[in-house]
Structures are given as structure tokens and as C-alpha cells.
């Protein structure tokens, strides 16, 4: 693998449901990024982790639990999420925060 | 606190004509900028970066920045488009330090034949 992954790349679930999104690194990067991107509307930065710890937190409803066991690993746990949480998610990483991004290809997340 | 403005969330060219996609910043201090491209259900792919080297920046499928500091600006060009550009692109300005990049809107830009 190289660069950045994400898995699922598709994932319905209920309001009701549990779920976890998974990002992984290949890039060697000490900074990891967990982006929400809807329809019509511009990225919205959710967190950030740098050197594992969690630096930033712009205001994500507790329904969302962003953990990051180490600096390639990063994940997105997802319980009673609301019809309006559906979008795409994208996880990046850096090299520092002030750096180039590199992206995943997203998770299409669709809550019913 | 830095911003980033793109100008224009459509820009619609014919194959083969100019395309020049505007993005102006604000920031503090020198800034990093970025240029990245999503197409459709993917993730966004860097096209190319200022970090205080030549103003004129090249990247990759033919497109190409400069750098305007008494314009603040950093507007993505490319001399022919091609149908497999059309997609969205995004401008991001990171000042220098530790300090994350800040995304602009997007643009879309629509290719005809």
C-alpha cells in the first residue's frame, strides 16, 4: 500500500448503528486530518492530531470520536449519527501541520 | 488569521482554450500555498506548491501557478484544456510555522467539447 488509505470506501448505516472509519499513512507523515465534505459546501476541517496527540477539535458533535493509536494509524468512530452527517470523508497526513496535505480517496458515509 | 478567496465557484472553457482558475490569500506572514485537484467521489491530489522558491510554480498535467505578492495572489493556469481536467479544484494557504492550511471554496471547472 502507499500513501493514504481509508476503509470502507462505502458504508450505509442506521441512526441507531455503530461504525468505524479507518485511515492508514504510508507516508512516514507525523500529522493526521479527518476532513468532512458535503454537497455544495466547503471542507470542514473536524480534527487534527499531530505526534499523536489530538491538536485541534473545531467544534464536531460528540457523536463523532476521532482516535489515533499511533502516527499512521488514524480512525473515526460513528454512533447515532444523523441523516445530515451523510457526506464524504476524507482522512490526510503531513509532515507538520504547516505542510502539503496528502488525502485519501474518502469514505461516502450515507445515514438512513 | 489567514484566508483564502477563490473567485468564481464555476468556470466552464472548451476544450483546448485557456483555463485560469483565481485564488487570492490573506495571511500574517509569508505564506505556503497550494493548489489541489478532486475528481468526482475521490480524494483532493496536490497539483503543485509555493514555499518561497521561484513564484513561478509548475505542477503536474501541465498546469502552473505564480506567486503575486503585491497581489496576493497565486492563480492556477493552464495554456490547453483537456477534457480530464474538469473537476475541482482547491486553493490553500498555510503561514509559515505550525499552523494548518486553510482550504478555499473550490472551483468548479466544466470542460465542453
Known amino acids: 500500500e502507499t500513501g493514504v488509505t481509508q476503509t470502507p470506501r462505502h458504508l450505509v448505516m442506521g441512526m441507531t448503528n455503530k461504525k468505524s472509519l479507518k485511515c492508514e499513512q504510508h507516508?512516514?507523515?507525523?500529522?493526521m486530518y479527518w476532513y468532512k465534505q458535503s454537497a455544495k459546501k466547503p471542507l470542514e476541517l473536524m480534527f487534527v492530531?499531530?505526534?499523536?496527540?489530538?491538536?485541534e477539535n473545531n467544534s464536531v458533535p460528540s457523536r463523532f470520536s476521532p482516535e489515533c493509536p499511533n502516527s499512521s494509524h488514524l480512525f473515526l468512530h460513528l454512533h447515532t449519527l444523523q441523516p445530515e452527517d451523510s457526506a464524504l470523508y476524507l482522512c490526510?497526513?503531513?509532515?507538520?501541520?504547516?505542510?502539503?496535505?496528502?488525502f485519501g480517496p474518502g469514505t461516502r458515509l450515507t445515514v438512513t | 488569521a489567514q484566508s483564502v478567496t477563490q473567485l468564481g465557484s464555476h468556470v466552464s472553457v472548451s476544450e483546448g482554450a485557456l483555463v485560469l482558475l483565481r485564488c487570492n490569500y490573506s495571511?500574517?506572514?509569508?505564506?505556503?500555498l497550494f493548489w489541489y485537484v478532486q475528481y468526482p467521489n475521490q480524494g483532493l491530489q496536490l497539483l503543485l506548491k509555493?514555499?518561497?522558491?521561484?513564484?513561478l510554480v509548475k505542477g503536474i498535467n501541465g498546469f502552473e501557478a505564480e506567486f503575486k505578492k503585491s497581489e496576493t495572489s497565486f492563480h492556477l493556469t493552464k495554456p490547453s484544456a483537456h477534457m480530464s481536467d474538469a473537476a475541482e479544484y482547491f486553493c490553500?494557504?498555510?503561514?509559515?510555522?505550525?499552523?494548518?492550511?486553510?482550504f478555499g471554496t473550490g472551483t468548479r471547472l466544466l470542460v465542453s467539447p
Open positions: 490526510a497526513s503531513s509532515q507538520g501541520t504547516s505542510y502539503e496535505q496528502y
Open positions: 507516508l512516514g507523515h507525523n500529522a
Open positions: 492530531y499531530s505526534l499523536e496527540e489530538r491538536v
Open positions: 495571511s500574517s506572514v509569508p505564506p505556503y
Open positions: 509555493y514555499t518561497s522558491a521561484a513564484t
Open positions: 490553500a494557504v498555510s503561514p509559515r510555522g505550525f499552523q494548518k492550511l486553510v
